[in-house]
């Protein structure tokens, strides 16, 4: 199936007589006619036995994500937080260290380089636009991964995935790209040599704010028996001496991770949640084909005000990372555009508080339009090197264009620039 398709029949489909709707399994826990029953799903927990891990409608929403990124399985997480991080424990421990871009979300950077340091796993910042000799020469002996944004957020460079996947796998080792922005429907970064992909689906995915969520995607590509995760290729004590290799082959990553760290962490999003989750995921291919179309044009008026200093949206053909957008995003670039307004950030703040239209709110992809300064919220805790690093500065503001009629949207920009 194509991806219209996939949105909005897969993961889900109805018994004879059963609702059309895919519904909500409102429950903590299900029956079994007998004891051995329960057992066997510890064994092979192909049935969902217990919320905490596993819910039924989650678990449809989970096979739709995985059809969608072309993957074998994924697993919901309560955030893009949880996601993020689950992505790197399930490979790295104390001791440990992991390639990240710089250029990520200002949580995830304090995530990498604050909470996980504290568990003793190392992350390393590159330059997403080094070359690959100054790539390799980060790379230690005891790095575990390689990390990325397809779309960094507000910074909006665009991966170069075959360059880190070629980093990655030359090291033995596999590589995590953050999809938010980009979405399914823009690109699969599977199809260029990612491993795992991971998402905030409290963005474009749910659409419309209305609950806070993540997943990972496995693509099952990558070789966890080439002797650098011993965790998967010899038996877990913690979990009856099961090998996650030799049991679950392809899946081995996904199932240690829901088996490992779901279980013990208990970071799993409610049924309702993935039900809200799915109403987003059905209009996504529409919705995304609009976000870009509005896009294009508001970025367009943009680099035409003599009161913007500069325009980062990948989609505009003089924009430095339009080539990769081509590339990897064919279909268009999200409808986040990064500007710089003249005057700094007293100039910005005044802008943005006298938009009427757009609203100014912690959030970002939303189907309706919104700004945040990110240097005084989203990366409020980051030093000034880290902002400089993310690619922002003190003027930037970053705009998430909706689905309003885009005359209305660039009415209200045009009357918030008249007050700067």
Same mark, same amino acid.
């Given at each position: 199936?194509?991806?219209?398709?996939?949105? *909005?029949?897969?993961?889900?489909?109805?018994?004879?007589?059963?609702?059309?709707? $895919?519904?909500?399994?409102?429950?903590?826990?299900?029956?079994?006619?007998?004891?051995?029953?329960?057992?066997?799903?510890?064994? $092979?927990?192909?049935?969902? $036995?217990?919320? #905490?891990?596993?819910?039924?409608?989650?678990?449809?929403?989970?096979? +739709?994500?995985?059809? =969608?990124?072309?993957?074998?399985?994924?697993?919901?997480?309560?955030?893009?937080?949880?996601?993020?991080?689950?992505?790197?424990?399930?490979?790295?421990?104390?001791?440990?260290?992991? /390639?990240?871009?710089?250029?990520?979300?200002?949580?995830?950077? %304090?995530?990498?380089?604050?909470?996980?340091?504290?568990? &003793?796993?190392?992350?390393?910042?590159?330059?997403?636009?080094?070359?690959?000799?100054?790539?390799?020469?980060?790379?230690?002996? %005891?790095?575990?991964?390689?990390?990325?944004?397809?779309?960094?957020?507000?910074?909006?460079?665009?991966?170069? /995935?075959?360059?880190?996947?070629?980093?990655?796998?030359?090291?033995?080792?596999?590589?995590?790209?953050?999809?938010?922005?980009?979405?399914?429907? =823009?690109?699969?970064?599977?199809?260029?040599?990612?491993?795992?992909?991971?998402?905030?689906?409290? +963005?474009? $995915?749910?659409?419309?704010?209305?609950?806070?969520?993540?997943?990972?995607?496995?693509? &099952?590509?990558?070789?966890?028996?080439?002797?650098?995760?011993?965790?998967?290729?010899?038996?877990?004590?913690?979990?009856?001496?099961?090998?996650?290799?030799?049991?679950?082959?392809?899946?081995?990553?996904?199932? +240690?991770? #829901?088996?490992?760290?779901? #279980?013990?962490?208990?970071?799993?999003?409610?049924?309702?949640?993935?039900?809200?989750?799915? *109403?987003?995921?059905?209009?996504?291919?529409?919705?995304?084909?609009?976000?870009?179309?509005?896009?294009?044009?508001?970025?367009?008026?943009?680099?035409?005000?003599?009161?913007?200093?500069?325009?980062?949206?990948?989609? *505009?053909?003089?924009? +430095?990372?339009?080539?990769?957008?081509?590339?990897?995003?064919?279909?268009?670039?999200?409808?986040?555009?990064? /500007?710089?307004?003249?005057? &700094?950030?007293?100039?910005?703040?005044?802008?943005?508080? %006298?938009?009427?239209?757009?609203?100014?709110?912690?959030?970002?992809?939303?189907?309706?339009?919104?700004? =945040?300064?990110?240097?005084?919220?989203?990366?409020?805790?980051?030093?000034?090197?880290? *902002?400089?690093?993310?690619? /922002?500065?003190?003027? =930037?503001? #970053?705009?998430?264009?909706?689905?309003?009629?885009?005359?209305?949207?660039?009415?209200?920009?045009?009357?918030?620039?008249?007050?700067?």
């Amino acid at each position: 199936m194509r991806d219209e398709t996939i949105c *909005l029949h897969a993961g889900y489909e109805p018994e004879d007589g059963g609702p059309g709707v $895919m519904p909500i399994v409102q429950s903590t826990t299900y029956r079994f006619e007998s004891t051995e029953h329960i057992g066997d799903l510890f064994n $092979m927990p192909t049935e969902c $036995m217990y919320s #905490r891990f596993a819910n039924p409608t989650v678990d449809a929403v989970e096979k +739709k994500i995985a059809e =969608l990124e072309g993957g074998v399985a994924a697993m919901c997480t309560s955030s893009g937080q949880a996601a993020s991080c689950f992505s790197i424990l399930n490979l790295c421990s104390a001791g440990d260290s992991f /390639i990240s871009t710089s250029t990520i979300y200002g949580g995830t950077v %304090n995530l990498f380089a604050v909470t996980l340091k504290k568990l &003793g796993i190392e992350c390393i910042f590159v330059d997403s636009d080094a070359s690959y000799e100054e790539l390799q020469a980060a790379v230690k002996p %005891n790095t575990k991964a390689v990390f990325g944004e397809t779309l960094a957020n507000p910074a909006l460079s665009v991966l170069d /995935i075959e360059k880190f996947a070629a980093l990655a796998h030359n090291n033995g080792i596999p590589l995590i790209v953050d999809n938010t922005f980009a979405t399914p429907i =823009l690109c699969k970064p599977f199809e260029f040599g990612a491993d795992i992909v991971i998402h905030s689906t409290s +963005k474009y $995915m749910d659409g419309h704010a209305l609950q806070i969520g993540g997943v990972i995607v496995d693509s &099952g590509n990558f070789d966890w028996a080439n002797g650098k995760f011993p965790e998967f290729t010899e038996p877990d004590e913690s979990y009856h001496g099961i090998v996650y290799t030799e049991t679950f082959d392809k899946m081995a990553y996904i199932v +240690k991770a #829901r088996m490992q760290l779901m #279980r013990d962490l208990g970071a799993y999003p409610a049924a309702h949640s993935a039900f809200l989750l799915n *109403l987003g995921l059905e209009t996504l291919p529409i919705r995304m084909q609009r976000y870009c179309e509005n896009a294009v044009k508001v970025a367009e008026y943009f680099k035409n005000s003599d009161k913007i200093e500069s325009v980062t949206y990948p989609g *505009l053909e003089d924009d +430095k990372y339009n080539g990769l957008a081509k590339k990897y995003l064919p279909k268009g670039t999200s409808g986040v555009i990064s /500007i710089v307004i003249k005057g &700094g950030k007293d100039a910005a703040i005044r802008f943005m508080d %006298n938009l009427k239209l757009a609203k100014k709110e912690v959030h970002v992809a939303d189907i309706r339009t919104c700004v =945040l300064h990110p240097a005084s919220a989203t990366h409020r805790q980051l030093t000034d090197e880290q *902002l400089i690093a993310c690619g /922002i500065e003190p003027g =930037l503001i #970053r705009f998430s264009v909706g689905l309003e009629n885009v005359d209305d949207i660039i009415s209200d920009i045009e009357q918030g620039l008249g007050r700067v």
